[in-house]
C-alpha cells in the first residue's frame, strides 16, 4: 500500500522561506517521477516541480529560481524549499508519485493530476503580505 505525507505547511509573511517534506511508503521511487502541485482558491491544480529518477528536476516558470526540488531516497522523502515566498504561493501543496515519462520533457504545469498514480493529503502554505 502506498502512502505519501506531506508536512511543513504553515503561514508566513512574504518574503519568507519554508521546507515542506513528503515520507513516501510502500512506494519505489525508481519509478519515472515525483513531484510537487498546488491549489489556491478557487484554482486549478497546478504542477510546479518534478524529479526524475536521474535527478533531473524541472520548474514551473512561476516558481524557478525560488523553489527547489529534492529527494532523499535513503530517508524515503521528497523535499520542497521555498524562498522568497509571495502571497500568490497561498495554496494547497500535494506530493504526487508515479509520474508519466512526460516529466523528462514539459514542464511541471503542463502535467496534469491523472498523470500521477499516488497523491498526499496535503498541507496548507499562506502567505501574507
Do not use: H
Not at 504542477?47 to 531516497?73: E, L, M, N, Q
Not at 515566498?85 to 508519466?100: F, H, N, Q, V
Amino acid at each position: 500500500q502506498v502512502e505519501l505525507v506531506e508536512s511543513g505547511g504553515g503561514s508566513v509573511q512574504a518574503g519568507g522561506s519554508l521546507n515542506l517534506s513528503c515520507v513516501y511508503s510502500g512506494y519505489t521511487s525508481n519509478y519515472n517521477c515525483m513531484g510537487w502541485f498546488r491549489q489556491g482558491p478557487g484554482k486549478e491544480r497546478e504542477g510546479i516541480a518534478v524529479i526524475v529518477s536521474d535527478g533531473t528536476t524541472r520548474y514551473a516558470t512561476s516558481v524557478k529560481g525560488r523553489f527547489t526540488i529534492s529527494k532523499d531516497d535513503a530517508n524515503n522523502t521528497l523535499y520542497l524549499q521555498m524562498n522568497s515566498l509571495k502571497p500568490d504561493d497561498t495554496a494547497m501543496y500535494y506530493c504526487a508519485a508515479d509520474g508519466p515519462l512526460q516529466c523528462y520533457t514539459d514542464a511541471p504545469d503542463a502535467l496534469k493530476r491523472d498523470d500521477f498514480g499516488y497523491w498526499g493529503q496535503g498541507t496548507q502554505v499562506t502567505v501574507s503580505s
